[in-house]
T-cell receptor
Framework: RKEVEQDPGPFNVPEGATVAFNCTYS??????FFWYRQDCRKEPKLLMS???SGNEDGRFTAQLNRASQYISLLIRDSKLSDSATYLC?????????????FGSGTRLLVRP | GAGVSQSPSNKVTEKGKDVELRCDPI?????LYWYRQRLGQGLEFLIY????????KSGLPSDRFSAERTGESVSTLTIQRTQQEDSAVYLC??????????????FGSGTRLTVV
């Protein structure tokens, strides 16, 4: 089983739509969770951290379900500029420190 | 510096040659990471440094790959006797500390390696 699993998509939605992505992780000891965005042929950039209580940043809402070990990202009122690949990221305890493991990403295409 | 800097941005090399990739992390970031991303694929973890030590080298694909970091700053990733399957974008990232708390990573723009 992969440490972090995502639906690769693509999700093809019209402008203004609401779209949600899910991600599951395998290591119950993970403590930190993130969503990154990666544009074509660019490096990944941090979109938002994910907190247990859920958190919102403008049109983006992230939630964490520790019991089921999944993370979600909701995008409301999609814009053309939201088209990108969204990477679910989880920290994995390793000895006394941690490393981040990236999912393979979910591709979003927002059409006019 | 203001961000993570990687050099070269592009490298074309002949099969069998050695290459060295460089990463300058954000000043003061103690944690440094190397990932590889093949075309159309996800990020593959290679190695990370906490200070100058590398607690986990398990991600290095083979003994042709090695990495070092000095002065808790610059890191170099060396690939010996390159093979065509080594062609990928090699991404470096840094963080104030290893991935605990709410610290994410800041990535450099990568080195695109093509082995011909």
């Amino acid at each position: 089983r992969k440490e972090v699993e995502q639906d690769p998509g693509p999700f093809n939605v019209p402008e203004g739509a609401t779209v949600a992505f899910n991600c599951t992780y395998s290591n119950s000891a993970s403590q930190s969770f993130f969503w990154y965005r990666q544009d074509c042929r660019k490096e990944p950039k941090l979109l938002m951290s994910v907190y247990s209580s859920g958190n919102e940043d403008g049109r983006f809402t992230a939630q964490l379900n520790r019991a089921s070990q999944y993370i979600s990202l909701l995008i409301r009122d999609s814009k053309l500029s939201d088209s990108a690949t969204y990477l679910c990221v989880v920290n994995i305890p390793e000895d006394s420190s941690y490393k981040l493991i990236f999912g393979s990403g979910t591709r979003l295409l927002v059409r006019p | 510096g203001a961000g993570v800097s990687q050099s070269p941005s592009n490298k074309v090399t002949e099969k069998g040659k050695d290459v060295e990739l460089r990463c300058d992390p954000i000043s003061g970031h103690t944690a440094l990471y190397w990932y590889r991303q093949r075309l159309g694929q996800g990020l593959e973890f290679l190695i990370y440094f906490q200070g100058n030590s590398a607690p986990d080298k398990s991600g290095l694909p083979s003994d042709r790959f090695s990495a070092e970091r000095t002065g808790e700053s610059v890191s170099t990733l060396t690939i010996q006797r390159t093979q065509q399957e080594d062609s990928a974008v090699y991404l470096c990232a840094s963080s104030p500390q290893t991935g605990t708390g709410s610290y994410g990573y800041t990535f450099g723009s990568g080195t695109r390696l093509t082995v011909v």
